[in-house]
């Protein structure tokens, strides 16, 4: 081969070579060039499946809500398999001590890029408490607030309206989708377990619902909302690694609509017939007393003898 075609030829392939651009913010440490998927995969990533066994009533009457001591500390991963999303918590603040996103150039959209954020400090999430349920968090993130609710052994991000912009990097990108393990080598049948426990708890606080749907419209928007859950749930887990071989993911964003309806079940009024009944039950029913006979008039003397005119 001629050695300048053979010039042209390596020349091209360079320039086709996607390119990954990193951004460090202001104060904030180097990133390193790891896999961002290797150095996120978690130790024992069959922990998380064995969480929702844990949690889940014998008779699969209810499913705990989770909190956020089951993603303390544990790498995860938009999707299972990208970026990497690492949370402490101190005392009762909430901490986001890594935060990798991948992305894709913003001046050429085939370009894959990546933004390290990760700060001397680490980025206080804020709690908001649980007006879904969850437990949710708002991190104040550069160029990229979000907020997130928090799984048992994920977290669960809203899709954001607009792109996370770094123009530094020439990146853009966004958080939303659900963060979580690895699901690869977890077990299966311990999630399908997750899953079914998960259901029947949603199944129960629907049935509830239901009884309470023709008093009340709170009750009856949420039982056509959740006609649209199934959907949903499908569309966001359809990109997380391995979901149709393990479901990891439709398993606890089930957990979590388990959670949502049961905390809006609570907030209700309960069911007219029940509350009649259970006014009924406490209604002591006295029978009146039988009204004491007249007592007859002593009869005659009939040795008395009858007064003179």
Request: glycine share 8%; net charge positive.
């Amino acid at each position: 081969m001629d050695w300048r075609v053979f010039l042209v030829l390596f020349a091209l392939a360079l320039t086709a070579a996607p390119s990954a651009a990193q951004l460090t913010l202001p104060g904030a440490s180097a990133p390193t060039e790891a896999n961002p998927a290797s150095d996120a995969k978690p130790k024992k990533a069959s922990h998380a499946a064995k969480g929702g066994k844990a949690r889940s009533g014998a008779k699969g009457d209810a499913v705990a809500a989770p909190d956020i001591s089951s993603v303390v500390g544990r790498p995860l991963m938009l999707n299972g398999s990208s970026g990497l999303l690492q949370i402490s918590v101190s005392g009762k603040t909430a901490r986001i001590d890594k935060l990798r996103l991948v992305g894709e150039g913003v001046s050429d959209s085939t370009q894959k890029c990546q933004v390290d954020i990760v700060g001397e400090k680490p980025i206080e999430a804020t709690s908001f408490g649980r007006p879904d349920g969850l437990e949710r968090y708002e991190a104040d993130v550069p160029a990229c607030p979000f907020a997130f609710d928090v799984l048992d052994g994920a977290a669960l991000v809203p899709a954001q309206i607009t792109a996370c912009v770094f123009k530094a990097a020439d990146c853009q990108t966004g958080p939303g989708g659900v963060w979580g393990p690895d699901p690869t080598n977890m077990d299966a049948a311990e999630v399908a377990k997750r899953r079914t426990a998960a259901e029947k708890a949603m199944s129960k606080a629907l049935h509830a619902l239901a009884e309470r749907a023709q008093d009340n419209p709170d009750a009856a928007n949420l039982l056509k909302d959740q006609n649209g859950f199934p959907g949903q749930r499908d569309d966001q887990c359809r990109s997380y690694v391995k979901e149709a071989a393990i479901g990891y993911c439709g398993a606890v964003l089930t957990e979590g609509r388990a959670a949502f309806l049961e905390s809006r079940l609570a907030e209700l009024p309960p069911a007219a017939a029940k509350a009649d009944k259970k006014a009924k039950k406490r209604t002591v029913k006295m029978k009146p007393k039988p009204e004491a006979a007249p007592t007859p008039p002593e009869p005659a003397d009939a040795t008395a003898v009858a007064p003179r005119p």
